[in-house]
T-cell receptor, first 116, second 114 residues
Framework: GENVEQHPSTLSVQEGDSAVIKCTYS??????FPWYKQELGKGPQLIID?????GEKKDQRIAVTLNKTAKHFSLHITETQPEDSAVYFC???????????????FGAGTRLAVHP | NAGVTQTPKFQVLKTGQSMTLQCAQD?????MYWYRQDPGMGLRLIYY???????DKGEVPNGYNVSRLNKREFSLRLESAAPSQTSVYFC?????????????FGPGTRLTVL
């Protein structure tokens, strides 16, 4: 069935370093790839997303890259800060264009710790 | 706007008890979703409602029922709780329109079944 694998499960970096989280998806029809940040005791919050017609998207210190051929996508956080510490989830979906219901398949999550 | 709200925030049940988790959104969204989150497994879809009056099963529907009471509210019911249903439950909604894929999540309900 549809599956999204996410690595690493935990990531520890020093403040100011970069962090990279990688995901691989199995459904070749997926065309929408969001990333969510979940802080302790809160619900997931969308931080960035990318569609299959785009290879890269940036928003300040956050960027996402997509390789549709390899079915890989990655989250890059530069100049990390302690407030970036959270659990990050990737997800893949066929999106609403396909007429579906925007079923999101989530990765298992990455716990990022940024140390001052 | 409060966004997506969920009640209760915490709940402890005994095996066999029933309860209903409430979810409401004030963003005029058509689609609403219920997920469960378990350690090391990400979020898994339980049920969804594409629009008022419709509901469909997701990935893990067994042991649950849902009601789309109106456009704002989508409830999740556990008729006979089991320890395997111990989890954190999230409700989400998505605004209408083609290309509007973003789902907005509530703060969650942490459920423990003893």
């Amino acid at each position: 069935g549809e599956n999204v694998e996410q690595h690493p499960s935990t990531l520890s970096v020093q403040e100011g370093d970069s962090a990279v989280i990688k995901c691989t998806y199995s459904d070749s029809a997926s065309n929408y790839f969001p990333w969510y940040k979940q802080e302790l005791g809160k619900g997931p919050q969308l931080i960035i997303d990318i569609r299959s017609n785009v290879g890269e998207k940036k928003d300040q210190r956050i960027a996402v890259t997509l390789n549709k051929t390899a079915k890989h996508f990655s989250l890059h956080i530069t100049e990390t800060q302690p407030e970036d510490s959270a659990v990050y989830f990737c997800a893949a979906s066929r999106g609403v264009f396909s007429g579906g219901y925007n079923k999101l398949i989530f990765g298992a999550g990455t716990r990022l710790a940024v140390h001052p | 706007n409060a966004g997506v709200t969920q009640t209760p925030k915490f709940q402890v049940l005994k095996t066999g008890q029933s309860m209903t988790l409430q979810c409401a959104q004030d963003m005029n969204h058509n689609s609403m979703y219920w997920y469960r989150q378990d350690p090391g497994m990400g979020l898994r879809l339980i049920y969804y409602s594409a629009s008022e009056g419709t509901t469909d099963k997701g990935e893990v529907p067994n042991g649950y029922n849902v009601s789309r009471l109106n456009k704002r509210e989508f409830s999740l019911r556990l008729e006979s709780a089991a320890p395997s249903q111990t989890s954190v439950y999230f409700c989400a909604s998505r605004k209408p329109g083609v290309g509007t894929d973003t789902q907005y999540f509530g703060p969650g309900t942490r459920l423990t079944v003893l």
